[in-house]
Nanobody, 124 residues
Framework: QVQLVESGGGLVQAGGSLRLSCAASGRTFSSYVMGWFRQAPGKAREFVGGIKWSGATTYYADSVKGRFAISRDNAKNMVYLQMSSLKPEDTAVYYC?????????????????WGQGTQVTVSS
């Protein structure tokens, strides 16, 4: 069982930066692939990015590639999402999630544990 708690959301102007954190409970954090997803009002949940167990491999949605970066600290049971050059269309609730597989990191059903989400609002 893994519990995930996101933090770091807030209101930021377009072009600004924000770093989201996700704290995980449990001693097996390093055995999970971690992903970030987001959901804007009236829209489906979408994949933002994922990071493999060791942190050596990451994968991003085209919409955030070059602007967002995922990292993890397995010693601290933490995963981060550094967001830069933010745009109003990045406004959403952001979720971190844990999966035991890297077969298809873009698919939400691959992830078995989810946090409660943190709101990010980008003003124009």
């Amino acid at each position: 069982q893994v519990q995930l708690v996101e933090s770091g959301g807030g209101l930021v102007q377009a072009g600004g930066s924000l770093r989201l954190s996700c704290a995980a409970s449990g001693r097996t954090f390093s055995s999970y692939v971690m992903g970030w997803f987001r959901q804007a009002p009236g829209k489906a949940r979408e994949f933002v990015g994922g990071i493999k167990w060791s942190g050596a491999t990451t994968y991003y949605a085209d919409s955030v590639k070059g602007r967002f970066a995922i990292s993890r600290d397995n010693a601290k049971n933490m995963v981060y999402l550094q967001m830069s050059s933010l745009k109003p269309e990045d406004t959403a609730v952001y979720y971190c999630a844990a999966s035991s597989s890297w077969d298809n990191p873009k698919r939400a059903p691959e992830y078995v544990y989810w946090g409660q989400g943190t709101q990010v609002t980008v003003s124009s």
